[in-house]
């Protein structure tokens, strides 16, 4: 299995502009989690997935964040508007009920807005 | 999820054992000690996890006292590559919310 795939890996956008992260879950994974990292925060979970409904969406900062899983293969994180404030590490996970709470991470997308 | 608690950083040897602590007084019967490690710039990877008993494979050993208010992660021949933070959380594992903390930075030198 390829593992969870992220992209893009890199972004680089100006302040205003939408911003759309993607990410693949491992197939037959159950779960799918969006967290964000950065220096000052470390690692926050925004929103996470079960069986492509959202379960939990306390740690979205607010309204310009938006997540969505149309299917159990895909799923993406908008920012409507972006701001610098939001530049940070984007990470996606994904696992299956029957692990626990073994989560697989990608690679993240790395999203500076200037 | 019951708050854990690390220490901030950490050295060891290269070919030593490297052995993390973790404070987790107030778990309930029903949550698991889970551990992860973040390598610089890449994704967290999933280590090990226990409930009572001591658990091994082949990344790790996880020790957990009797009472359960403690846990140590022993990495038994470290590695330059094992540098990371390391995360220690307690969850039920029931397919809720992983939280992370702030972990303990490993640094593995020559």
């Known amino acids: 299995d390829a593992g969870v795939i992220q992209s893009p890996r890199h972004e680089v956008t100006e302040m205003g502009q939408e911003v759309t992260l993607r990410c693949k879950p491992i197939s037959g994974h159950n779960s799918l989690f969006w967290y964000r990292q950065t220096m000052m925060r470390g690692l926050e979970l925004l929103i996470y997935?079960?069986?492509?409904?959202?379960?939990?969406d306390s740690g979205m900062p607010e309204d310009r964040f938006s997540a969505k899983m149309p299917n159990a293969s895909f799923s993406t994180l908008k920012i409507q508007p972006s701001e610098p404030r939001d530049s940070a590490v984007y990470f996606c996970?994904?696992?299956?009920?029957?692990?626990?709470?073994?989560?697989?991470f990608g690679s993240g997308t790395q999203l500076s807005v200037l | 999820d019951a708050k854990t608690t690390q220490p901030p950083s950490m050295d060891c040897a290269e070919g030593r054992a490297a052995n993390l602590p973790c404070n987790h007084s107030t778990i309930s019967g029903n949550e698991y000690v889970y551990w992860y490690r973040q390598i610089h710039s890449q994704g967290p990877q999933y280590i090990i996890h226990g409930l009572k008993n001591n658990e091994t494979n082949e990344m790790a050993s996880l020790i957990i006292t009797e009472d359960r208010k403690s846990s140590t992660l022993i990495l038994p021949h470290a590695t330059l590559r094992d540098t990371a933070v390391y995360y220690c959380?307690?969850?039920?594992?029931?397919?809720?919310?992983?939280?992370f903390g702030t972990g303990t930075r490993l640094q593995v030198t020559l």
């Open positions: 997935f079960n069986n492509n409904v959202p379960i939990d």
């Open positions: 959380i307690a969850n039920t594992g029931t397919a809720s919310k992983l939280t």
């Open positions: 996970a994904s696992r299956q009920f029957t692990s626990g709470e073994k989560l697989f």
